[in-house]
């Protein structure tokens, strides 16, 4: 089965840090790895997503994220932190026959200190 | 602009109560999904769907049930509501390998 580990709960960082946030999947093939935002009050938006090729993947908001086969790794980073990405954050895993039913993670929320 | 309606932003009911959450996307999308979320656990899927009429059971579908009878709502019911079905819900639509277009929640607190 497949699964999915955030190994942080909550992170803050310093307006115009960088941030790396860690994502773990368990999956026997090659997955298909997304990252969601859920901001307070908001519903969930797609970062990202990564199906195949280039394992270095961009997203909105100007989140990038790497997908590292030997680490079973999909780390979201982005390189200068605004208060606004104060959120909460999902890593999620989906299988190449049922790519549309993902398996989440437990989130990383993210505080941003001025 | 794409649109997931959830008919509720927050409803309470009695333990014991059956309770229907709806859920109505316009993007004429296959596949629905029922998640819910709780604090320290993430999205957790219950139901989907990937036709009219067709349902598949999630990783939780213990006390829950879903219907489908048109392309565009999908509705999650709880037969008898207790209180560990305290939660937030969150429908989901999406064509096939595409990115899921969430709803806004329902706030569901069964007291």
């Known amino acids: 089965a497949q699964s999915v580990t955030q190994p942080d709960i909550h992170i803050t960082v310093s307006e115009g840090a960088s941030l790396e946030l860690r994502c773990n999947y368990s999956y026997g093939a090659t997955p298909y790895l997304f990252w969601y935002v859920q901001s307070p009050g908001q519903g969930l938006q797609l970062l990202l997503k990564?199906?195949?090729?280039?394992?270095l993947v961009q997203g909105i908001k100007g989140f990038e994220a790497e997908f590292k086969r030997s680490q079973s790794s999909f780390n979201l980073r982005k390189p200068s932190v605004h208060w606004s990405d104060a959120a909460e954050y999902f890593c999620a895993v989906g299988s190449t026959g049922t790519a549309s039913k993902l398996t989440f993670g437990t989130g990383t929320r993210l505080q941003v200190t001025l | 602009d794409v649109k997931v309606t959830q008919s509720s932003r927050y409803l309470v009911k009695r333990t014991g109560e059956k309770v229907f959450l709806e859920c109505v996307q316009d993007?004429?999308?296959?596949?629905m999904f029922w998640y819910r979320q709780d604090p320290g656990l993430g999205l957790r899927l219950i139901y989907f769907s990937y036709d009219v009429k067709m349902k598949e059971k999630g990783d939780i579908p213990e006390g829950y049930s879903v219907s489908r009878e048109k392309k565009e709502r999908f509705s999650l019911i709880l037969e008898s509501a207790s209180t560990n079905q305290t939660s937030m819900y969150l429908c989901?639509?999406?064509?096939?390998?595409?990115?899921?277009?969430f709803g806004s929640g329902t706030q569901l607190s069964v007291l």
């Open positions: 989901a639509s999406t064509e096939m390998g595409e990115k899921l277009f």
């Open positions: 990564y199906f195949s090729g280039d394992t």
């Open positions: 993007m004429d999308h296959e596949n």
